[in-house]
C-alpha cells in the first residue's frame, strides 16, 4: 500500500501535461498506447500467440498522424478499415500463424491506440477542459473503490478475475466519482453540471469494467501484470486500463450530450 500511495504521488505532476493539453497531451497519450500496446503483445507472447508487432506500431503512427491534420472522422473510419483488413492478411501464412496471432494483433490496435486516442479526440472539442473528468472519474473510482472496499468490503464482486475487489468498494467508487465531477462541473463548468454528472456515473460503471477486462485477459495470459514501469502498480495497462475505458465515453458524452 505504502509503494502504491507514493507511486500515486509521484504521478501526479503528469496532470500538468493534461493542463498543457495540445501536443503535449497527445505525445503522453501516444506514449500511453505504444507502451501499453508492448505490454499488451508481450502478454499474449507470454500465452504463445505471435501478434505482428510492426503492423501494431505503424498503425498508432498512421492513427495519431492524424492529430496533425484538421478533424477528419472519415480518416479515422479509413484507420479503423485498414487495420482490421492488415490484421487478417497477417493471417494468411496459415502453415506459420494462427487465429490468435491476428486476432490478438487487431485487439491490441483497437484497445490500446484507438482507446488511447480518444484522450486527443476530447482536447480538440470545443468542451476540452472535460478532459479532466476522464481522470477524476477513472483514478476517482479507483481511489475510493480501493479505501471503501478497505472499510466496508464484505462481499465479492468477480472473486474469479480480482479476489480483492467488493461489491461495497464498486458502490463507493461511483459515489466518489459523481461527487468528484459533480464538484468540478459545480465550480468550473456550471453550464454543463448535468453533463458531469452523467460522465460521473456511467465513467465510473466504464471504469471498473476497463479494470475488470485487463484483469481478465492477465488471467487468461497467465501474467501477474502487464509490466513493472510503475511501482506497486505494474505496467502501464496496469494503471490507465480504467482511463481508456472512460476516454470513449467522456469524447461521446461531450459528442451526444453536451
Not at 501499453?36 to 501494431?56: I, N, T
Amino acid at each position: 500500500m505504502k509503494t502504491r500511495i507514493i507511486s500515486g504521488c509521484v504521478m501526479l505532476p503528469l496532470l500538468v501535461v493534461v493542463y498543457l493539453g495540445g501536443y503535449w497531451l497527445m505525445a503522453a497519450a501516444f506514449l500511453v498506447g505504444i507502451i501499453g500496446l508492448h505490454e499488451f503483445y508481450k502478454g499474449f507472447e507470454a500465452s504463445g500467440a505471435k501478434p505482428c508487432r510492426p503492423l501494431g506500431y505503424a498503425a498508432a503512427v498512421m492513427l495519431y498522424a492524424n492529430a496533425f491534420l484538421p478533424v477528419n472522422d472519415r480518416y479515422i473510419y479509413f484507420w479503423v478499415a485498414l487495420v482490421t483488413m492488415a490484421s487478417m492478411i497477417y493471417g494468411f501464412d496459415v502453415e506459420h500463424r494462427k487465429l490468435e496471432d491476428m486476432t490478438s494483433t487487431l485487439m491490441g490496435i483497437l484497445y490500446t491506440v484507438f482507446l488511447s486516442y480518444h484522450i486527443v479526440l476530447i482536447d480538440r472539442t470545443e468542451h476540452s477542459i472535460l478532459i479532466w473528468l476522464v481522470f477524476l472519474a477513472a483514478f476517482g473510482t479507483d481511489i475510493m473503490a480501493y479505501f471503501t472496499g478497505m472499510a466496508m468490503g464484505k462481499h465479492k464482486l468477480c472473486p474469479h478475475l480480482s479476489p480483492k475487489k467488493s461489491v461495497e468498494g464498486a458502490v463507493g467508487g461511483v459515489v466518489g466519482a459523481v461527487i468528484l465531477c459533480g464538484l468540478f462541473g459545480h465550480f468550473l463548468v456550471p453550464e454543463q453540471q448535468f453533463t458531469c454528472l452523467i460522465i460521473g456515473f456511467f465513467g465510473s460503471i466504464i471504469s471498473q469494467f476497463g479494470d475488470l477486462s485487463a484483469s481478465a485477459f492477465k488471467r487468461q495470459m497467465g501474467i501477474k501484470d502487464y509490466g513493472n514501469l510503475i511501482p506497486g502498480h505494474g505496467g502501464i495497462l496496469d494503471r490507465f486500463d480504467s482511463v481508456l475505458f472512460v476516454a470513449p465515453v467522456v469524447y461521446y458524452c461531450i459528442e451526444f450530450v453536451a
